[in-house]
């Protein structure tokens, strides 16, 4: 009779499990989904928000970069006094003026005395010091002093509100120190925004929830009350999937432990 029970037990516990669990299978889990984005991009897709137009610059799955261009935006660099800048395609030394407070700098040209002593098939390939003043040495005996043979190098002074050609652009001396010279000047620049999967992105004044329902594609939305609506489905689903499998596994637990009890030795 004990193990009469026991059968009747498992079997009602395999049958409640299994329906658990073919619920599982069966079900289909929601996904969020947008029938009318305010956008739907690929990459090199261009959209307008306000008076800015955007770019699509790339989309990866849950991400998605966009990119603008500002026309005119202000650039600053600085230069360290003593240090080595190209300017027109040449290397200079920046010079600051001496003084406690100085108001310009000399640009002096680098001499490539390397590539001049191997361009002269006269010259050894170095230079060579004797008495504290250097040397090139010519047909393996002459000597000629350094600063007599190397080209006297090129020389451009700036004041302080004096322009120059740099990188393209008509650069600004905005002001000199001992240490250090500081340069600005206007120039388009192109900024990136990144925009994550489910997750908020401005675009000017506007804020547009963010989402990717493939690997090449990007949807701007500002329905934020569908989208709500949707994920708070999705975790009811996912709750009650939840339950779901903890009925299917504690039933399957319960049919093996009634096995077990049923065969235990009876002490009657």
Same mark, same amino acid.
Do not use: C, H, K
């Given at each position: ?71 005119? !935006? ?100 905005? !002001? ?39 690997? !090449? ?52």
């Amino acid at each position: 009779m004990q193990r009469r029970a026991a059968a009747i037990y498992v079997a009602l516990f395999i049958v409640i499990g299994a329906a658990s669990y073919s619920l599982i299978a069966t079900a289909q889990t929601p996904t969020v989904e947008f029938d009318s984005p305010e956008y739907e991009l690929a990459q090199d897709d261009q959209l307008q928000v306000g008076d800015r137009t955007y770019t699509v610059s790339s989309v990866s799955g849950t991400t998605g970069e966009l990119q603008y261009t500002e026309e005119s !935006s202000e650039y600053t660099e600085t230069w360290e006094n003593d240090s080595t800048q190209t300017v027109d395609d040449q290397e200079w030394r920046v010079l600051v003026d001496s003084g406690d407070d100085p108001s310009g700098f000399t640009l002096q040209e680098e001499i490539n005395e390397t590539a001049i002593l191997q361009d002269d098939p006269d010259a050894s390939e170095e230079t060579v010091e004797q008495n504290g003043t250097r040397y090139v040495v010519l047909n393996d005996s002459e000597l000629v002093p350094a600063d007599e043979y190397f080209p006297e190098p090129e020389t451009r002074s700036y004041a302080e509100g004096d322009t120059l050609d740099y990188e393209g652009n008509t650069t600004t001396v905005d !002001s000199v120190a001992t240490d250090a010279v500081q340069l600005s000047w206007a120039a388009p620049r192109t900024n990136t925004i990144t925009a994550e999967n489910e997750a908020n992105v401005t675009l000017g004044e506007e804020t547009y929830l963010a989402y990717f329902p493939d690997e !090449s594609t990007m949807q701007l939305t500002q329905d934020f009350e569908n989208y709500n609506r949707q994920t708070a489905e999705i975790d009811r689903v996912q709750t009650q999937t939840n339950g779901l499998w903890g009925v299917s596994i504690l039933s399957f637990l319960a049919a093996v432990f009634m096995i077990g009890f049923a065969y235990l030795p009876s002490r009657y």
